[in-house]
């Protein structure tokens, strides 16, 4: 081969090798500004549905998510995002509008039954549940607000 062809190659599998991992590091991002798991090995194992949406309650928007991942057991998981009110009101803004992760956990059963997000004023939001079966995470703050809780009965604290 000239030197020209092995330039050419080598320019080549530079370029196949730069775009293989800017393909990557968008994946993880965007999954991530999303809130979905970035690994690509459990991303495909899990069904995640939006389950109900809670728009303009105290300026936030709330999308409430049921995941069901078969693994190695069943795992099921119901998750509360918040997005600012103000970044849907453009297309990209909507596109790019960044999820905060505000309460998770396990509902024992399919489904987001029995959950409501609702405000109780300018400044409080207040997210009720009948029954969870453990809870992974609750945010008590969000921005300027105060999230208060209601959840009637926890099998697994």
């Not at 709330?62 to 069901?68: C, G």
């Not at 004023?121 to 009948?130: H, T, V």
């Amino acid at each position: 081969m000239t030197r020209r062809v092995q330039f050419i190659v080598k320019v080549l599998g530079i370029t196949v090798i730069a775009c293989l991992a800017l393909s990557i590091f968008i994946w993880i991002g965007y999954t991530r500004l999303k809130g979905y798991s970035s690994n690509p090995l459990t991303y495909s194992a899990c069904i995640t549905e939006t389950e109900a949406r809670y728009e303009n309650v105290a300026g936030w928007d709330f999308e409430a998510e049921d995941s069901s991942c078969d693994t190695l057991a069943k795992d099921e998981e119901v998750r509360v995002f918040a997005i600012s009110g103000q970044a849907k009101n453009s297309r990209l803004g909507k596109l790019f509008a960044r999820r905060r992760l505000i309460f998770a956990y396990d509902p024992g059963t399919t489904g987001i039954e029995g959950l409501t997000v609702q405000a109780k004023d300018a400044k409080r939001i207040l997210i009720s549940l009948r029954e969870a079966s453990s809870v992974f995470e609750m945010n008590r703050t969000l921005g300027e607000m105060t999230i208060d809780y209601n959840i009637l009965k926890v099998d697994y604290p």
